[in-house]
């Protein structure tokens, strides 16, 4: 069974080819599509973002499940019917509390291993590989952070808002404390899609890679 994970280096909407992709990869017409997040106020209003590009392909159900206020069980009940799974952007130091220090984490990944797309958004891709990296950007310590992550893919690191952060050195120091990785930085507007693991595919404005430590984009 392929394993299908999405990476978007920004929040919402989909690429729109990945946008495809992702609903070629679904289940669909067998189940909704679930989309976590962490609450914020005014979040029904910001939905349609996530949703809409799948809405022109004729995906039309979905399963908003804004956490903490969603209890877990009805969470993994909705995640274990579902065709495919989105996780959205915020602060990833919640996301890591709220999914991955959870039961729901195991779900995501067994469903991840049945073949269910997954697609992170900033946050919920910073969380999707198995150690989790986090930019001093994107918490109120300001200091390089890093902690357990939802094991989707192995050894591989990325940074999000690549550019638009210059997130240079956060990737090259991710990369002094963890060797024999991969080491990606995504930008906005941009979706690095892995199958089985391995950077399949890219749209938007630019991946890059560090690799002997050149960071070169990936054209």
Request: charged share 20%.
């Amino acid at each position: 069974m392929d394993n299908h994970l999405f990476l978007f280096g920004g929040g919402p909407p989909f690429t729109m080819n990945m946008a495809e992709l992702f609903a070629n990869k679904t289940s669909h017409p067998e189940g909704p599509i679930s989309i976590l997040f962490v609450e914020r106020d005014g979040w029904e209003d910001y939905m349609p973002v996530y949703t809409g590009e799948l809405e022109k392909l004729g995906i039309s159900e979905f399963y908003y499940l804004p956490l903490p206020a969603t209890p877990i069980e009805q969470v993994i009940d909705c995640l274990s019917k579902s065709a495919g799974i989105m996780i959205g952007g915020g602060d990833t130091n919640l996301y890591a509390d709220y999914i991955v220090e959870t039961d729901i984490s195991n779900v995501i990944k067994d469903r991840y291993e049945q073949g269910i797309p997954v697609a992170g958004f900033s946050a919920g891709a910073l969380i999707s590989p198995k150690l989790c990296v986090i930019s001093p950007k994107d918490n109120v310590q300001n200091e390089f952070q890093h902690r357990r992550g939802l094991g989707l893919i192995s050894d591989v690191l990325i940074a999000v808002h690549f550019s638009q952060w210059n997130e240079e050195h956060h990737l090259r120091n991710a990369a002094s404390h963890f060797s024999d990785h991969e080491y990606y930085g995504i930008d906005e507007n941009t979706c690095a899609y892995f199958l089985n693991g391995n950077l399949e595919a890219m749209e938007g404005e630019g991946v890059y890679r560090l690799e002997n430590e050149m960071i070169k984009k990936i054209n």
